[in-house]
């Protein structure tokens, strides 16, 4: 059930976040989330698109270097303590987070999205399964 | 089974080989002495006649020629022949520092292609093959020497001269090229270029690529025979002494033999002039005894290396000298301590990373800095910060433990370093000294 995020290495100099937009922008791919971490050297992009495939297809026809990685997006509502009462979970199933980031998505039902990053998306979902929680498809990210 | 051009040159036996040096070096000295007045003046003042060389071992009696006696003789000032007896001029760069222009007769020429066809054919080259000569043409040594080269072997000779990479990559495919003759920096871009548009080393046509005119690694050798599906070879030679050629790479791929019928090659310490025994790291000087319109003598190449006549598996009996670590002109002194780009390119290439890295040196505060700048990969990225770090501190931590003092390490976008299609720009030095 995981999804598909595409990192993009991003040099550390003026312009070059710029560069990554302005592809996104001439081939009319619509970035639903994105989050940056940075170091004093480089950075990277973390971009999630409704096509993952082609869109990271075309960042390395613009000399990006660009990986997909699988990433869990849970659905939480959108009111205080939700992302709380969803690491619960997470903590009981000794899921350990390298990262994650929010997902805004289009306002739909007071929702509101996450996107995280563990060591092993395969493990952790057979641990998150059954526990009430709603993981996104690929497919549920175009239409939220 | 290995192939010879001249085998009864290549392979002849040591002593052999030392009264024909020593027959030519003779003819030479009186050669230079009744027509070169400026090395005439050099003897006198160093007390040399032409009568008191009259074997190989008399060698160390001669005074050296440099870059500096290059310059200072402009143009003329060590031609041989007449003009009227010259057909040729090549030249160098002149990047570092003022450009050298080599003449050469028709008897120069001939015995500097034979030199090229002698590498050509240690690659595995016949008149079956189809020798692709990407080097550029024209003043450069490079396009013409391997040209003439082919041409002696028989070859098919595909004179793209460099440049216009998809062209090259067409017409290595269209006419099943063999055999690739660029710098090696070109081909490890032209190995680039192929895998982008999909080619697996199967898939390519090239099975040799005689490869010279920069320092580069073994590791860098490594990656291009993988991409490309070839084996390479090394080649070595200077605008001074023909071109190309001096010295060529044999199947054992372990150093480069001497074509010592026309260059006599001693290794000195570059501080007292002193002649070192064989094994002995050292500058490189050579004797070209058998050209006739730029005669030089003892020349002092810059180049340091190292000699060796151990009896090599390809039977060549030719003295072999190692890959050079990299001009003097090449060498960088950082905090005190000599830097050869090619140790850089060595630690690059052993943590994965390609040959695409540009090395900046600075003044900062009195202190000198160096900055590795090197492309980012999609073998070296991942989405993890931590990950990412951690080989670029596995690649600093690689680069002190190789030069001895601390590099920065930069992480550049991919392409973001001008690919070169000649001799690649590796230094940019901004010190003002």
Same mark, same amino acid.
């Given at each position: ?64 270097? #660009? ?5 869990? &997006?849970?659905?939480?509502?959108? =009111? !205080?303590?939700?992302?709380? $009462?969803? %690491? ?23 929702? #509101? ?5 563990? &060591?092993?998306?395969?493990?952790? =979902? !057979?641990?998150?399964?059954? $526990?009430? %929680? ?11 | ?433």
């Amino acid at each position: 059930m995981s999804i598909k995020q595409i990192s993009v290495f991003l040099e550390n100099k003026p312009g070059t976040l710029k560069k990554l937009t302005s592809v996104m922008a001439k081939n009319n791919i619509d970035m639903r989330a994105t989050s940056l971490a940075e170091t004093k050297d480089f950075g990277i992009a973390r971009i999630i698109v409704d096509d993952a495939l082609d869109a990271v297809n075309t960042l390395k026809e613009n000399d990006f270097v #660009a990986s997909l990685t699988s990433v869990l &997006a849970i659905e939480i509502p959108d =009111e !205080a303590g939700g992302l709380d $009462k969803l %690491l619960d979970v997470f903590a009981d199933a000794q899921v350990n987070i390298e990262y994650m980031y929010a997902f805004p998505g289009r306002g739909v039902n007071n929702h #509101a999205y996450m996107i995280f990053r563990v &060591a092993d998306t395969k493990a952790a =979902e !057979a641990k998150l399964v059954g $526990k009430g %929680l709603k993981i996104l498809t690929q497919e549920d990210i175009a239409n939220i | 089974m290995e192939r010879y051009y001249q085998k009864e040159i290549e392979c002849a036996p040591l002593e052999e080989l030392r009264s024909i040096q020593t027959e030519k070096l003779k003819k030479q000295v009186q050669h230079v002495w009744d027509n070169v007045p400026y090395y005439r003046k050099k003897m006198e003042e160093k007390g040399v006649k032409p009568e008191d060389i009259q074997s190989v071992d008399d060698l160390g009696k001669l005074p050296f020629l440099s870059k500096k006696d290059l310059r200072d003789a402009y143009p003329y000032g060590l031609l041989g022949k007449p003009l009227k007896d010259c057909v040729r001029i090549q030249s160098t760069s002149g990047t570092t520092g003022k450009r050298v222009v080599a003449f050469y007769t028709q008897h120069d020429i001939d015995l500097w292609e034979d030199c090229c066809a002698r590498a050509i054919t240690a690659a595995g080259g016949t008149d079956e093959d189809v020798c692709q000569v990407s080097y550029g043409y024209g003043l450069f040594t490079g396009g013409p020497g391997l040209n003439g080269g082919s041409h002696k072997v028989g070859c098919l000779t595909i004179p793209t001269s460099s440049g216009n990479t998809d062209r090259q990559i067409m017409f290595i495919n269209d006419l099943s090229a063999t055999i690739l003759c660029c710098t090696p920096s070109y081909a490890a871009y032209l190995a680039e270029r192929f895998k982008e548009l999909g080619y697996g080393p199967n898939d390519i046509s090239l099975k040799a690529g005689i490869f010279g005119a920069e320092a580069w690694s073994e590791e860098m050798r490594a990656d291009i025979e993988k991409t490309l599906g070839i084996k390479a070879y090394d080649i070595y030679g200077l605008t001074e002494l023909s071109g190309p050629g001096v010295a060529f790479e044999c199947s054992a791929q372990g150093g480069m033999h001497i074509n010592e019928d026309h260059f006599i090659a001693e290794i000195i310490d570059p501080d007292t002039e002193e002649v070192l025994p064989e094994g002995s790291q050292g500058e490189l000087v050579f004797t070209a005894i058998d050209k006739e319109a730029f005669p030089m003598i003892r020349y002092r190449t810059r180049d340091i290396c190292k000699l060796s006549r151990e009896k090599c598996s390809c039977g060549r009996t030719l003295i072999k000298m190692a890959k050079p670590m990299g001009r003097s002109d090449d060498m960088l002194i950082i905090r005190g301590v000599n830097v050869f780009p090619s140790q850089i390119e060595t630690v690059l290439l052993n943590n994965g990373y390609a040959a695409n890295y540009q090395i900046v040196v600075d003044r900062v505060n009195n202190t000198d800095t160096l900055d590795v700048q090197v492309e980012m990969t999609p073998e070296m990225f991942t989405d993890n910060v931590g990950e990412v770090e951690e080989h670029q501190k596995k690649l600093s931590e690689g680069l002190k433990s190789m030069l001895g003092i601390k590099a920065k390490v930069s992480l550049l976008a991919p392409k973001s370093i001008a690919r070169s299609e000649g001799k690649a720009v590796r230094v940019i030095d901004k010190r003002k000294i």
